[in-house]
């Protein structure tokens, strides 16, 4: 499995950005794809998750209305919409693939078996 995370940039507090996450390698029925995050000298932080089958989805709490996770099957590409960016929104972003992971378990790091490269989001005040 590969998982390539693009669309990393910098952006003026407020703007918007669209990461997106390629998965390749495999069929991705009874996966779940996630989006964490890690700023520097801080902890890997969840962001959104979503089930392939189904397209449940679950973000974390701090986070919830500005950003928007969402699933293209057809392209085998996961989105991470994020306005009204912050500073504090400023990390390295990681898409993450799994299978077979309950939803309660969707904000763990290592209930990922596979995990992108990464790919930069620094807002600026």
């Known amino acids: 499995v590969q998982l390539q995370a693009y669309g990393g940039g910098l952006v003026q507090a407020g703007g918007f950005l669209r990461l997106s996450c390629v998965a390749s390698g495999r069929t991705f029925s009874g996966y779940a794809m996630g989006w964490f995050r890690q700023a520097p000298g801080k902890e890997r932080e969840f962001v959104a998750g979503?089930?392939?089958?189904?397209?449940?989805?679950i973000y974390a709490d701090s986070l919830k209305g500005r950003f928007t996770i969402s699933l293209e099957k057809i392209k085998n590409t996961v989105y991470l919409q994020m306005n009204s960016l912050k500073p504090d929104d400023t990390a390295v972003y990681y898409c993450?693939?799994?299978?077979?992971?309950?939803?309660?378990?969707?904000?763990?790091?290592?209930?990922?078996?596979?995990w992108g490269q990464g790919t930069q989001v620094t807002v600026s005040s």
């Open positions: 979503v089930r392939w089958n189904g397209g449940t989805t």
């Open positions: 993450a693939a799994g299978s077979g992971i309950i939803l309660s378990m969707l904000r763990v790091p290592s209930s990922y078996e596979h």
